[in-house]
């Protein structure tokens, strides 16, 4: 092994090996239990983000785990045609050229962009691959591949003829920048401040002077009203009843109508009534027959009803009329006014209420199994506070609007008849109208919106409506790891589908991840120039360290807070098991004996053999010690946590625990440990040691695997663990050997792991840290030989640190250990008291008393002269009435672990000089 690990050059080359070999392949003939995992498809224009990275990782930590376990794992990767996003990163390269859409025509311009996407489009594909992630890339599909637009067409024909899709003129949320309809998740609401603009609409009729007040906050669309309302039992307006209101501006004569949507107690009580601008006043206008009047364009300028102001963008159109307003004294007053403002997802403009005719699809009636999966089990979400969220959502479903006014995407397979204007839906291009059989047809215009297609993403990609064999195998799929906010976009959709289609749940667990945000908690994005790129910190610190410090920073279903100084978290922890890893290959020498009972390490050559870590090991009691089995029974306890953190999605407590079994009770203890034992001449302890030093290596290897796939490799090969010599040989690779169970208990039995010996060493372990704190307190360096007396508490522990008072001190570095029940120190000396007993570290000839006193004092001065800044401050009552509770409270911390400090070392002033 080399002495440092080259991380990019291993990562590349055991990818490279993975793919060449087909090691993430499987299918329905492999056997074993399937588990399948469906990766949420990114969209074709899109980049790694941390987002990805911590999704990915989380999908890949499940997929290798199972694979490990002998299920037949399929990760279904692929990506999503994005429809407004793809069309208008297209649009905007042609821009660039001088050209539009137009000037290519429709199918020009969908083979340029077809022409993009063989470009561009992989390059997620590619980064995914750069995180390690294990997905089936011989299964990769794309929501615009033949399969999946058979899949589309076929689920839309199905659902027209049976009643569930429709077209109707109905109020929409509008991009005027991409000139397409978008679904209500699609328009996405942020607080603004704007300003409620109070009008006076003249009343016909009645005095001189008379008017009703209205508020808006959008005065533009006041050109579409048709009515005014106000609530049936509200009595301030009954002489209303009789009259006619005159609208501003264009003097268009307006109908009072009476509403219980109305609210009486908002405003004046009264309300204007658009019924083409806006979704309650639609509903409103369909109750009462009122005029449904479009003023605006799609591009968001006024059309030819907005009479004066036809032409003007709507913004511009809003300044003139409020000025036209104001100059004819209709304008009663002016507020600021907070409210949430629908904007585009994909390029944030402010979307626009607008009446136009779209294709729906029914929800209600597919919503009701995907309820019922929820209440009564089958279906389960991760944090469990996600159930709210969904049924909600579904309990108060609307229609879904799936028609877009581009041109990129699924096209809408309805075919009209221009001989007899016969309507139907149909797969393929038909030919002849099916009633008349004239051929003269024409196609819907409109493309499906995007999600259409991702809501059969579960069975599509297995080639349904054909019933195939993978289909059968792995259909349903397991666990489905996603984001929060696609709830309603995907995850509801996709067990809709799932019912509809495949009479059944498409996966039954769904985890719901935190949003990756920045050490200050705001949510990473280019926009606000906090994100960090995955692939910088890839580049920086290796994708193994990305993976694994994601994974420990990340509780189930939180928020992660992340900066780029908490990947050497990932990077550290790798080079420590490198380290560790080395050094034990270094002890190696000749192979020792077969590592395992029927591992089937045989002939002549032994040297030729893999090393055996997986079967049981083949271990003499009489030779134990109680550090080696302290080591037992500590890996024995992170095979079970670690496991168990998995099997509960706890992702962090599995590397919380592997971090520690290996950082500390491994490398830190158990190596440190056995030096002794590797560096002397008792040549069946060294094979036993080098026994448990391989065993105990190898099994944290797999248990790292799915969290640290690249180093685990490398090292199971490095190491000799491999089930065979040949680095390409699938069967030997670390993903294909099995996942690590516990032992029998009366395995650890026989070997004499118990409480009792646990904590005794844990104890043992105690005494040497304090051993270590009493030379750092005194300036002491750490390979300085110095003497050290143990006082026991009692004649056990007095026997069991006599036996093993070799170790403990060359762990404590001492040039002699005493032990002694009946020790009492002559003078004051340096001591501090611990389980098994009181540890004293005399001081004769060790330090120059008046230089460490010197050197305690200004240590001192410097504590004291903090206390001092943050008694100052917490005495001030403007500052612990005017700062934040958490600041204060950190001041009182700080001021009480300094004064704790102050103690210590005025402790260690009286100690010196005796």
């Keep these: 092994m080399e002495k440092n690990y080259d991380t990019h050059r291993i990562e590349d080359q055991w990818y490279q090996t993975w793919m060449e070999t087909g090691a993430f392949h499987s299918d329905h003939t492999q056997g074993g239990e399937p588990y399948c995992v469906m990766i949420p498809p990114p969209n074709v224009t899109g980049i790694l983000h941390m987002g990805h990275a911590l999704n990915n990782t989380i999908q890949d930590i499940l997929v290798r785990w199972r694979r490990m376990e002998g299920r037949n794992v399929v990760w279904m990767p692929g990506t999503d045609h994005a429809g407004i996003a793809t069309q208008n990163v297209v649009e905007r390269a042609l821009a660039k050229e001088g050209k539009t859409r137009d000037d290519l025509g429709r199918d020009a311009f969908i083979e340029r962009v077809w022409q993009w996407r063989e470009e561009y489009g992989g390059t997620i594909v590619r980064q995914l691959k750069r995180l390690g992630a294990s997905c089936d890339w011989e299964r990769e599909r794309f929501t615009m591949d033949e399969g999946l637009s058979e899949a589309v067409a076929e689920v839309f024909v199905r659902l027209y003829n049976k009643g569930l899709i429709y077209r109707a003129n109905y109020i929409i949320n509008w991009c005027p920048r991409c000139h397409t309809a978008l679904s209500d998740e699609e328009s996405e609401h942020q607080d603004c401040v704007g300003k409620l603009y109070h009008i006076r609409y003249p009343v016909q009729g009645g005095a001189k002077g008379e008017y009703v007040v209205v508020a808006t906050t959008r005065p533009e669309t006041l050109l579409g009203d048709t009515a005014v309302a106000v609530h049936p039992e509200d009595a301030r307006y009954a002489d209303l009843d009789q009259k006619t209101i005159v609208l501003p501006i264009l003097d268009r004569e307006l109908r009072v109508i009476r509403d219980d949507y109305v609210d009486p107690k908002f405003g004046t009580g009264i309300v204007k009534v658009t019924p083409a601008h806006d979704p309650n006043d639609f509903e409103m206008g369909q109750r009462h027959s009122l005029e449904q009047i479009n003023v605006m364009n799609g591009d968001g300028t006024m059309n030819e009803a907005a009479g004066p102001y036809a032409g003007m963008d709507r913004f511009a159109c809003r300044k003139q009329i409020l000025k036209d307003l104001e100059a004819q004294g209709l304008i009663e007053k002016i507020d600021d006014h907070h409210h949430a403002v629908g904007h585009c997802y994909r390029c944030d403009t402010v979307v ?41 959502w579904l309990s108060n479903i609307r229609d879904w609007c799936i028609s877009r006014q581009i041109w990129w995407g699924h096209r809408i397979p309805v075919f009209t008849c221009t001989a007899c204007q016969h309507e139907w839906a149909a797969k393929g291009c038909p030919d002849l109208c099916p009633e008349c059989g004239a051929a003269e047809l024409s196609q819907d215009e ?4 995007t999600w259409f297609s991702s809501w059969l993403w579960p069975f599509s990609t297995f080639g349904w409506p054909d019933q195939t064999e993978d289909l059968a195998c792995y259909y349903p799929t397991q666990d489905l790891v996603t984001a929060s906010e ?5 995850v509801a959709r996709m067990v809709m589908a799932g019912y509809e289609f495949m009479d059944g749940l498409p996966f039954d667990t769904v985890y719901i991840h935190g949003t990756v945000r920045d050490d200050a908690g705001k949510k990473m994005s280019k926009s606000l120039g906090n994100a960090l790129d995955p692939l910088d910190v890839i580049k920086e610190f290796s994708a193994d360290a990305l993976r694994f410090s994601l994974t420990m920073l990340t509780a189930t279903g939180q928020d992660v807070y992340i900066s780029k100084d908490k990947f050497e978290i990932g990077r550290n ?13 270094m002890q190696c020498g000749d192979p020792p004996p077969p590592a395992s009972q029927d591992s089937g390490v045989t002939g002549p050559d032994a040297e030729a053999e893999p090393r055996d870590v997986v079967g049981l090991p083949v271990l003499d009691p009489a030779l134990l010690t109680a550090d080696d089995r302290h080591l037992l029974g500590k890996l024995q306890q992170a095979v079970i946590d670690c496991s168990a953190g998995l099997e509960k999605y706890r992702f962090n407590d599995a590397a919380h625990v592997l971090y520690e079994f290996v950082w500390h009770q491994y490398c830190d203890w158990y190596v440190e440990y056995a030096k002794e034992t590797l560096y002397g001449e008792d040549v069946a302890r060294r094979n036993q040691v080098l026994l448990i030093l391989h065993y105990a290596l190898g099994t944290a290897l797999r248990l790292l695997h799915p969290i640290m796939p690249f180093l685990t490799e490398e090292l199971w090969h490095a190491m000799g663990y491999t089930a065979t010599i040949d680095r390409k040989d699938p069967a030997g690779f670390i993903m294909k050997a099995p996942w690590p169970t516990p032992w029998p208990d009366q395995q650890l039995t026989d070997w004499g792991v118990d409480a009792a010996t646990t904590e005794y060493v844990e104890r043992k372990h105690e005494l040497i840290r304090l051993g270590r704190t009493l030379r750092a307190d005194f300036g002491i360096v750490p390979n ?3 003497d050290y007396i143990v006082k026991p508490h009692d004649a056990e522990g007095a026997t069991r640190l006599e036996s093993d008072r070799a170790s403990v001190a060359a762990l404590l570095k001492a040039q002699m250990l005493t032990v002694d029940e009946a020790f009492e120190p002559p003078q004051a000396m340096p001591s501090s008291v611990g389980g098994l007993g009181t540890l004293y570290m005399p001081l004769a000839g060790l330090l120059d008393v008046e230089a460490e006193v010197a050197r305690l004092g200004g240590q001192l001065e410097k504590v004291v002269s903090g206390i001092n800044q943050i008694t100052r401050k917490l005495s001030n009552r403007a500052f612990v009435e005017r700062a934040p509770e958490a600041v204060v409270e950190q001041q009182r911390e700080n001021q009480k672990e300094l004064m704790e400090k102050r103690d210590k070392i005025e402790r260690l002033i009286e100690t010196i000089k005796g």
Excluded at 369 to 383: C, I, T
């Design 784 to 786: 300085k030989a110095i």
């Design 446 to 449: 409109d493309v499906l919106d």
């Design 352 to 392: 626009e209420p607008r009446l136009s005719p779209q294709w729906f699809v029914k929800m209600a009636p597919l919503a009701e199994p995907a309820l019922a999966a929820l209440e009564n089990g089958e279906l389960n979400f991760v944090p469990a506070r996600w159930n709210k969220v969904y049924t909600e």
């Design 573 to 585: 922890f790798g080079t420590k098991i490198w380290n560790a890893a080395r050094f034990i290959q």
């Design 486 to 490: 696609i709830i309603f976009f995907w």
